[in-house]
């Protein structure tokens, strides 16, 4: 799990749907049943509180965002003066306001609006894929055919590469462009943005294109 933190009020972490299920939650579970949704999410802020020290006394203000492959979840922690209840929202354009609600409920929404697999999505999708060699994705390049944004990066001594799969591509084309990625990487909690801040970028945007030409 990612933990971010954004201020002294408000942290933002992400888990991937495996590490949900990693828990010993089912993923179909968490969408319906609020018991095992606010279960979840209380097992998730213990871990935020013992890693990043964030107290949850108080109120608390709770985004969900419902991700391809995992969910986003930001919290604001608010402060009571004198019986009143005061809540620093950060106004930055990565935390919008469109899914607050209880934990269960903001699950289940975002459940419902994922569906329809041959509707275009509204955005593009990235996922982050990490190599147990090298050759595997030497072997990707040889096999790959789609037109989208690839790049290869070293990080602690480990390769990983990101598909982009754009707008132009429906739902279910993007899911078979990640399926067949998925072949020769395995998925990872590490970010695109841990990779490009830290991480050394071996090619970018046209990594596959690259290593068909080379290799």
């Known amino acids: 799990m990612e933990i971010e ?3 002294d009020t408000t942290i933002k ?3 991937t749907y ?3 299920e990693k828990r010993g939650f089912n993923k179909e579970e968490i969408w319906y049943n609020r018991e095992k949704g606010e279960e979840l999410f209380f097992d998730m802020m213990n871990e935020v509180s013992d890693q990043d020290q ?3 006394n108080g109120p608390l203000w709770v985004q969900v965002h419902a991700l391809d492959r995992g969910l986003e979840v930001i919290v604001t922690r608010g402060q009571v003066n004198d019986g009143k209840v005061n809540l ?3 106004m930055e354009d990565d935390l ?3 899914s607050e ?3 269960a409920d903001m699950l289940e929404r975002g459940y419902s609006d994922t569906k329809g697999s041959n509707e275009k999505r509204e955005k593009s999708l990235t996922v982050v894929l990490k190599l147990d060699d090298l050759e595997d994705f030497i072997q990707l390049s040889k096999s790959f055919d789609f037109e989208v944004d690839t790049s290869l990066f070293h990080y602690q001594d480990d390769y990983y590469f990101s598909v982009t799969a754009g707008e132009e591509y429906s739902e279910a084309q993007q899911d078979n462009i990640i399926s067949q ?3 020769f990487g395995n998925e990872t909690d590490i970010s695109i943005h841990l990779l490009q801040e830290y991480g050394k970028v071996v090619a970018e945007n046209n990594a596959i294109a690259i290593f068909k030409e080379n290799f």
């Open 5 to 7: 933190r954004i201020n």
């Open 13 to 15: 972490f992400y888990i």
């Open 18 to 20: 495996r590490d949900i």
């Open 54 to 56: 964030f107290e949850m």
């Open 88 to 90: 620093e929202i950060p």
């Open 96 to 98: 919008e306001t469109d």
């Open 101 to 103: 609600g209880n934990l």
């Open 181 to 183: 990625a998925l072949e």
